[in-house]
């Protein structure tokens, strides 16, 4: 079955450092994934949305890859900020045009 | 422009129990997703509606869950004879169409049965 996996331990991230965040996916590759950003108590926000025949995406200070060999996809937000700190969401486009979600990871940047 | 609301923002109530969720998506949008998300825990995909089309159901746990969604617009999940394990945070997204398109959430239900 198609399954996305997210390190489900918190990422610590000094302020001004840039954070990476992981997305593994198993099976075929998507033909796209998303990631979205959610912060607590409310829905997630999409951010970026990477397609299967570009290795990067970039948006200001965030910028998305596509590794298909690797079966994975990175996040990177640099010069973070505390206002950074958020839980990070991966998705990947499905099957009936669904999208399947990996649980998140949080990432706390310290001033 | 407005976006995605949902209502009630919290629902608390008894075992056995029927409730009723809310979702208004952003206006001209015609997919319209609802899911699952326990604490912790990543989005769990219910149902799914484009359009005029019959509604994916794969994803309803069981058949106490139902959805509608009116006019193309408004859609209302029912949950009958709520159980404890269906306490969750209730989704609603909208995309203005179905695949790649990115999905708006509203700021979801908080469910909690007693």
């Known amino acids: 079955s198609q399954k996305i996996e997210q390190n489900s331990e918190a990422l610590n991230i000094q302020e001004g450092k840039t954070a990476t965040l992981t997305c593994n996916y198993t099976?075929?590759?998507?033909?796209?994934l998303q990631w979205y950003r959610q912060d607590p108590g409310r829905g997630p926000v999409f951010l970026l949305l990477?397609?299967?025949n570009e290795k990067e995406k970039r948006k200001e200070r965030l910028k998305v890859t596509f590794d298909t060999t690797l079966k994975q996809s990175l996040f990177h937000i640099t010069a973070s900020q505390p206002a950074d700190s958020a839980t990070y969401l991966c998705a990947r486009g499905g099957s009936n045009y669904q999208l399947i979600w990996g649980a998140g990871t949080k990432l706390i940047i310290k001033p | 422009g407005a976006g995605v609301s949902q209502s009630p923002s919290n629902k608390v109530t008894e075992k056995g129990k029927d409730v009723e969720l809310r979702c208004d998506p952003i206006?001209?949008?015609?997919?319209l997703y609802w899911y699952r998300q326990s604490l912790g825990q990543g989005l769990e995909f219910l149902i799914y509606f484009q359009g005029n089309s019959a509604p994916d159901k794969s994803g309803l746990p069981s058949d106490r869950f139902s959805a509608e969604r009116t006019g193309g617009s408004v859609s209302t999940l029912t949950i009958q004879r709520t159980q404890q394990e269906d306490s969750a945070v209730y989704l609603c997204?909208?995309?203005?169409?179905?695949?790649?398109?990115?999905?708006?959430f509203g700021p979801g239900t908080r469910l909690t049965v007693t």
């Open positions: 990477i397609r299967e």
């Open positions: 997204a909208s995309s203005f169409d179905r695949g790649s398109y990115e999905q708006y």
């Open positions: 099976n075929y590759s998507p033909a796209y």
């Open positions: 206006s001209g949008h015609t997919a």
